[in-house]
């Protein structure tokens, strides 16, 4: 049978990327500017304990780690965990600890964040409702909650055989963090990914949205 069907980048995928992951200087930019970002709209402090979900690499969370406690690099890729795991030793940045997890399949863990933040993995997660639920649940009251993705997009960011969320309409995410329990979304511009397509350059703008846990 000819498959049409579009196919969604499992683990798989994943784990077959996570060795050149850093080489690509636009991946290891975008980190750097979506930790900017955060450090600009949040309080940092060294007693926050942290979830970056869908972690990847670690290239979100190495930049922020002296200015954090302790914090959890969840992915579901096996290949990226080791990445992350080696750069952790490399390193020695004792308050690092990555950890496979998907959210959408295994139990959430037991601990509470203070920070929870994800970069340009929430379109690879089919059900945004439940993952921010999950999310609102796993804070803290009064932790925040920052996502990095794409702005809404025409499907041609990853291709039409790709089955991902085509980026993200601002207002319909900010509905839909409020009706997990969200308050105060804010939106900005933090990266832009210029990417060639037929026709020419085409720019894919990511956002970051922060959004707090009522409480505390
Ligand atoms: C586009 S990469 C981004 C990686 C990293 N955050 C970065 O900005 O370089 C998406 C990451 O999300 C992970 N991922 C996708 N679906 C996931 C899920 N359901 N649970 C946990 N991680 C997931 C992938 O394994 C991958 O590492």
């Given at each position: 049978?000819?498959?049409?069907?579009?196919?969604?980048?499992?683990?798989?995928?994943?784990?077959?990327k996570?060795?050149?992951w850093?080489?690509?200087?636009?991946?290891v930019?975008?980190?750097?500017?979506?930790?900017e970002?955060?450090?600009?709209?949040v309080?940092?402090?060294?007693?926050?304990n942290?979830?970056?979900y869908?972690c990847?690499?670690?290239?979100?969370?190495?930049?922020?780690?002296e200015?954090?406690?302790t914090?959890?690099?969840?992915?579901?890729?096996?290949?990226?965990?080791?990445?992350?795991?080696?750069?952790?030793?490399?390193?020695?940045a004792?308050?690092?600890?990555?950890?496979k997890l998907?959210?959408?399949?295994?139990?959430a863990?037991?601990?509470r964040f203070?920070?929870?933040?994800?970069?340009?993995?929430?379109?690879?997660?089919?059900?945004?409702?439940?993952?921010?639920?999950i999310?609102?649940?796993?804070?803290?009251?009064?932790?925040?909650?920052?996502?990095?993705?794409?702005?809404?997009e025409?499907?041609?960011?990853?291709?039409?055989?790709?089955?991902?969320?085509?980026?993200?309409d601002?207002?319909?995410?900010?509905?839909r963090?409020?009706?997990?329990?969200?308050?105060?979304?804010?939106?900005?511009?933090?990266?832009?990914?210029?990417?060639?397509?037929?026709?020419?350059t085409r720019d894919?703008?990511?956002?970051?949205?922060?959004?707090?846990?009522?409480?505390?």
């Amino acid at each position: 049978m000819n498959s049409t069907q579009p196919t969604k980048l499992d683990a798989a995928h994943f784990d077959s990327k996570a060795r050149e992951w850093d080489d690509n200087p636009v991946f290891v930019e975008r980190g750097l500017k979506i930790a900017e970002a955060i450090r600009k709209a949040v309080p940092l402090h060294r007693q926050m304990n942290v979830l970056d979900y869908g972690c990847g690499t670690g290239l979100l969370s190495f930049p922020l780690k002296e200015e954090l406690g302790t914090i959890l690099l969840a992915d579901s890729s096996d290949g990226m965990l080791a990445v992350a795991a080696e750069k952790i030793a490399a390193q020695g940045a004792a308050n690092m600890m990555p950890m496979k997890l998907d959210l959408m399949a295994d139990a959430a863990p037991a601990q509470r964040f203070d920070l929870i933040y994800s970069s340009m993995t929430l379109h690879h997660v089919p059900d945004t409702d439940a993952i921010l639920r999950i999310f609102h649940d796993l804070l803290n009251p009064g932790g925040i909650l920052c996502i990095a993705d794409l702005d809404k997009e025409d499907g041609s960011f990853h291709g039409p055989e790709i089955d991902v969320h085509h980026g993200f309409d601002r207002a319909d995410l900010s509905l839909r963090a409020a009706k997990a329990g969200f308050t105060g979304m804010r939106f900005q511009t933090v990266f832009n990914i210029a990417k060639e397509q037929p026709g020419g350059t085409r720019d894919y703008p990511v956002f970051l949205m922060t959004a707090r846990r009522a409480g505390a």
